[in-house]
């Protein structure tokens, strides 16, 4: 990873952008998916449609909301409205992407934000709790998860299931009453971009970040990965992306 | 109705529908009478130690912050309250007056994890603590202000969050899928901070409506504070820009910048510095009740705590505010 | 979930949520895409023999009266309807093209029982009727609109509107009360008439919205006809007058006076004469067939239609309308 | 009856407009309830608070509305919102009173408005159908009946049960699971006012109209009233009342 060049946030914000597709609708939360919105908004996805829980839809993203019921949320947006309005578009279908974060992630792609330790109350160490993660991973087609890399968060189990991934595996979220076709698509970490194997739902490397082995990904993960034979490495952040992420879309240095 | 599964955590707020109804014969007036009063009057009226309480929308967005400090300085104490939160329940939490949540979100947003947060609940201060998500914890409110005792989603399912909720899982009659139910939630009182209202408490606001009009429905005690008081000709003018009708009001408190240091969407925005210094304050306990002794306890009212904010500041606030372009 | 007791009647549209999220994600496009059209275009394209439809609100207020007469004329047949209704409906009903319904209200208001609804019910014509109210209909749309198969209430308990309904009675399991559960009514059309809309399908109402808002959520097709057509830069100035955002609706259909001869809050009132030259033509059913002939079948168009109202006679019902003062 | 005087719609309109109090809410139908919520305004209750069911709170009724969903519902109104958001603020106990019509009425106050005759469908007479009447008359605390008073509408048994009164009598609408505390307060008719008896739930004479005897009432009704030893007569509309409801509240006669 060049330290010169940009920072594991840039890395992060750049990577998790590259997915956002144009003319989809999705879930943004605070950090690093609103600023790799804004970037996607003014590259590959000008008519990316961003969803923020407590009713913004559609807004463009000039200035970087600092929270998630911002007025920046429905900046020249389409709707302002609420948040079940919003959670019951998800739960209809309506909403394509979810982004989401954690301290905790397992090989099926649970997250967890509500405690650390093994006891709920009182805990060893208090999260913020669920938030709209749980809505998100939930009622989302597909949710892509950014999250920093090592043992500490890629853990084989997690102490809590703030969100569900594909809980236990195959066919689990169908069991559990969870909408049919959901669930987490992509995992962009400082180390690696990684997917989930179709069969066993469990974690895939897809691609290591730049400057990073397998081998470095492996030793920092805390369960086995399913690896294919043939790892690419991810296109570093380019020159034209850092300077719209620097100079437009957070001039002000809030988060990078 | 077979329930397949239950999560353990305790129903704080029985979702007694008809104890509600009753309460809304007998409690809450028709009539359209004059509800204008002060922080401190509506505080002391309407807000009781041990009380279920609510705010909205959350610490940096249209909250009623001014509300949530005068909580703090009339040593209310033993609040159970509904917690998506940033500052304002921080604030609760750093003053040691929050005994019971309901938990969906509490932190710092970009600033991360909320220490108050840390303190109150590792050291068991806070002493119960039940999970849900935060679109849970709005349809709970919906579904109070709906008049049901619950609502049926299809979040929550197969995580912890609902294994340490008090939802329940039952199959659907109409496709025998599993849906989670959600108990309704009533508020002994609820927080509003709006755009505009008139002195009966019928309310105006601009932008996105969180979930104000859920929660204004779900609570028995309703404290609406605003930016701006109007008459209620404007409000007749406009009949579909009431979006919390007066009869659910119990008192309307004016309080020009209420949000502060939150943004109030078209008229100010947040004030960076202020939140900052409370992340940092509030990062050890004796920071954080040096902030609340400066900011909340050693003023007596927000016209002191405005005062000591400044007209120049409040004024950039509103040179920043989003305008509609 | 153990039933107490059901209604007899048919379930004739399955609350299959999973079918909805999948139709809403792969037939509904995220794309901000022109959808200006005729009401000939949109009811070509999206209105088929056998649908189920909706309309909002009723045939004498804000309602899409120039799309309804466009179905009529294009000889859709074998209509499956939720039904609440004036004109409308009775339209539809005498020209022969409703084959089954979920019945709340179909008839004249001040003017009495409906006689269209009269011959087409008591003669068999109309297949099946199901009862509902209009809370019991207006919350099956809700239910949908929320993305969950059914929602409890309160109401059609303990009558026969509950008996020959499709709902369901279960006791619930937070108070062991008893509720009636709503199946959700998803739409295979809805038709919409609004004050204004952009090209992508944007909308804003002015004054009650009716059930508009759930509707449109609760419809796979939906047609908005609009009283004007706004660029989309005063819908971004304006994002919470948005009631209905663009990626629900399929067509756009500029119809001014689209509610004639029912009225349009703040824009024009209803036009009496015409609202009771339908209550006297309909009491028969030639004299129901010749209305039909003169106003809808001989007309090649909604221009046509308000070509032969008169502009005379539109200016003076503009003059008429509710004024904000 | 003086015919001279006022017509029986008169007579219903002020019967029942003096029922109407001052700061209440009141669930407002097209029709007689309209008309005499609008004399109410004018007279003992400026700020009776109608609501109608589409959507309209606290309207002042200046002009009458000729639809429960007209802008005139709204006129000068506290709110204008939708019809789940009112029948929902029933569903929590907020309207005080509801007022009510039908084809049928039967000794609880059970009313119909669905159909005429034995069969359900096809019917002998197919009639409108509950539209709001039902969620009226399940969640407002107390609902007023007005209806023209004949043994073809005072019937033993509704042929349908569109809308509940107290069903089979005492404990029927709670053991249903309707809100306690609920029911039919009153029945307005064309030769009487009655109510409820507190014990047997069934109808009760309370006044006769001007001009009617309780043997008239009697043999227009097609059950056992119950009649209480001493029966007052009610006050016949007075010239005010008639002048306001004519020369103000219908001055194009569009009722009465």
Known sequence: MSEERYNPTELLICTASRLMEDEVTAFIGTGIPMLAAALAQRRQAPNLIPIFEFGGTGAILEDLPMAVGEARTFHKGLAASGICDIMETAARGFIDYGFLGGAQIDPYGNLNSTII?????????????????????????????IIRHSRRTFVPKVDFITTPGYLTGPGAREEAGLPPGTGPLYVVSTLALLGFDEESKRMKLLKTQPGVTVDQVVAETGFELIIPSQIETNEPPSDEELRILREEVDRQRLYI | MRVIESGIGELIQIPDMNAFREWNRTQKSRKLVDKLMTEQEAIRRFVYDGCYIGTELYGTVRCPMSLVREVIRQGIKDLRVAGQGV????????????????????????????????????????????????????????????????LPVRSMLGSDTFKYSAAKIVECPFTGEKVALLP???????????????????????GITGFALEMARASKRLIISAEEIVPTEEIRRYPDRTVIPYYLVDAVVHAPFGSHPGEMAYRYCRDEPEIKAWVEASKTEEGARAYLKEWVYDLPDHQAYLKKVGRERLDRLVEGRERRE
């Open chain 1, 117 to 145: 330790g093994p006891r709920h109350h009182p805990p060893k160490v208090r999260l913020p709790g669920s938030g709209g993660a749980n809505d998100v991973g939930s009622l989302c087609w597909r949710t892509i998860i």
């Open chain 2, 87 to 150: 500052t304002e329940l921080d604030l609760w939490l750093a003053a040691g007056i929050v005994k019971t949540l309901d938990i969906t979100y509490i932190g710092l947003e970009v600033y991360g994890v909320s220490s108050a947060l840390r303190r109150a609940v590792e050291s068991g201060q806070v002493e119960k603590v039940v999970e849900w998500s935060n679109g849970g914890i709005s349809w709970r409110f919906k579904a109070a202000a709906m008049g049901v005792p619950f």
């Open chain 2, 184 to 206: 309704a939630l009533i508020l002994d009182v609820g927080l509003i901070h709006v755009h505009r209202a008139d002195r009966y408490g019928n309310c105006q606001i601009e």
